[in-house]
C-alpha cells in the first residue's frame, strides 16, 4: 500500500474541470486558499498538520499508462487531454504553515499558485490530507492538555477508519503532544515511540493471573506495567502485580519502568485504592497506567476526582475524532493572474456570511505580545504588505470594525507564518522529523495564553484584516450587490 499511486485520489469533477480549461485554452495561473471556518471540537484553535504527505503527494504527481487507459476507459476524455496527462507535472507554487503550528478559522493554512489546471487537479488530494492530520492533532492537544502533564498514548489502530487512517492519524496524534503510539508501523515510518503492555487474553491464557504476570515480568524486565482487571482489580490483580514487584525487588531487578494498567470499572475509585496498595507495599514509583475509551472529557473530570493515574492510553475517542468526526477545510479561489502579472482578487459570495471569502493573493502575520511572548492576533493582508514593528499598529475587527486595539509600537513583534515549499514545481522546503514537529508545536501551545486553551467556552484569538485587504474586500461586495450578483 505504500506504493499506491495518489494521482488519481481526486474528485471525477477536477478531471472535468481540468478538460474544460484546455478545450477552451484557459489556463491562467491562480491562486487557491486552503482554510477552515471553524475549530473543530469547540476548540480554541487547531494544529495544522500533514504538509509532509501534501509535498510527497505533489512530488510523485504523474499519471500512468493504467491511469490513462482507465480514464479512457469512462468514455468521457478527448485523445488530446488524456496525451496532455501523459506528460503532466505540477509546475507551481505552494506556500503552507508550517506542521505544528497554531492556526485559526479564515485564515490560509496553504495555498496554491499554480496555472488552473494543475491548481484544480491537486484539490481533492490537498484536502483529504490537511483536514485528516490537522484533525487528530487538534483533538490530541485537547486530551494531552487535559491530562495536566501526564503522558497520552495513541491506542487507536483497531478502531480507526482503515490503514491510512490508523497510519497517519497515529502520526498526527504524535504532533499533537502523544509520548507515544501502540502503532508499530507508524513507529517505523515515522521514527516515534512505539508502546504497549499486554492483553487480557495472555492473562486467561495460564494456569492464573500470578503466572502470566510473573512470566511477563520475566520477558519483559526493564519495562512491566500489568493489566490488572481480568478477574478481580483489588483483590486479585493488584495483589499478585505486587506479589511480582516484590518478586522481582528481591533478585535484584529494577524496572526502567513498572506499574498496573487498568481497563475498566470505576477508575478513579480504583486507582486511589491501588495507589494505596502499592504505596504500602513499598512501590510508590508505580505507575498507573489507564485505558477505557477516555477522552479529554472524562480525563478532565478523573482529575477532578483526584484519580491517581499518571499515564494515559487513548485509542477510539482520539484516533476517530469521535465527537467532531470532520474538519471542514475548503479550498478556494482567491485571484487570477492578468496578462501584466497582476493578482485579480477574486470572493466567493454567500447568503450564509461565515461563507464569504477573503480575495486577493494573501499572507498571514502573527503578532505577540514583546513582553511576556504570547499570541495577540493573526493579521491576514496580502502578500506584498510590509509592517513596520516600531510603528504603531491598529488592529480592528472585521466583523465589527468599530472594535480596535491599539498596539504601540516596540511593544509587539510580527512573524510571517506562510512559507514557501514548492516555486516554480521544485520543493524548497526540508520537512522536520514528526518529533521535532511534536517538540515545535508544544513551543506553539505555550504562546497561546490560558484562557485559549482551555477545554470548555474558550477564548476567541483574533484573526484580523489588514486595511487594504478589508477595503478591497469590501469594494468587490459592492460591486457584486450593484451588478446584482447577490441574488445569484
Known sequence: MSLQNLTLLTDLYELTMMQGYFETQENDTVVFDVFFRSNPNQNGYSIMAGLEQVIEYIKNLNFSYEDVDYLRSLGIFNEDFLQYLSGFHFSGNIYAIPEGTVVFPKEPVLKVIAPIMEAQLVETAILNIINHQSLIATK?????????GDGIMEFGLRRAQGPDAGLYGARAAMIGGCIGTSNVLAGKLFDVPVMGTHAHSWIMSFKDEYTAFKEYARLYPDA??????????LKSGVPNAIRVFKEMKENGIHPKSYGIRLDSGDLAYLSKKARKMLDEAGFPDAVIAASNDLDEFLIH????????????????????????????????????????GTFIPKIKISENTEKITN????????????????MRADLICFADETYDTEKDLVLFDPNATWKKTKLEGGSYTMREIL????????????????????????????????????????????????????????????NAYSKGDHES
Open 419 to 478: 512559507k514557501p515549499v514548492f516555486i516554480n514545481g521544485s520543493c524548497v522546503y526540508n520537512s522536520p522529523n514528526v518529533m521535532e514537529i511534536a517538540k515545535y508545536c508544544q513551543q506553539e501551545k505555550e504562546t497561546l495564553w490560558d484562557e485559549t486553551k482551555r477545554l470548555f467556552n474558550p477564548h476567541k484569538v483574533y484573526v484580523d484584516l489588514s486595511q487594504k485587504l478589508y477595503d478591497t474586500k469590501t469594494k468587490l461586495l459592492n
Open 140 to 148: 490530541t492537544a485537547r486530551v494531552v492538555y487535559a491530562a495536566q
Open 301 to 340: 473530570d478523573l482529575k477532578v476526582q483526584g484519580a491517581k493515574i499518571t499515564s494515559w492510553g487513548v485509542g477510539t475517542n482520539l484516533i476517530t475524532s469521535k465527537d467532531c468526526p470532520s474538519f471542514g477545510g475548503v479550498y478556494k479561489l482567491a485571484a487570477i493572474q492578468d496578462a501584466t
Open 359 to 374: 480575495p486577493g493573493n494573501k499572507t498571514i502575520f502573527r503578532i505577540y505580545d514583546k513582553e511576556t511572548g504570547k
Open 224 to 233: 512491566c506495567t500489568l493489566l490488572v482487571d481480568t478477574y478481580d482489580t
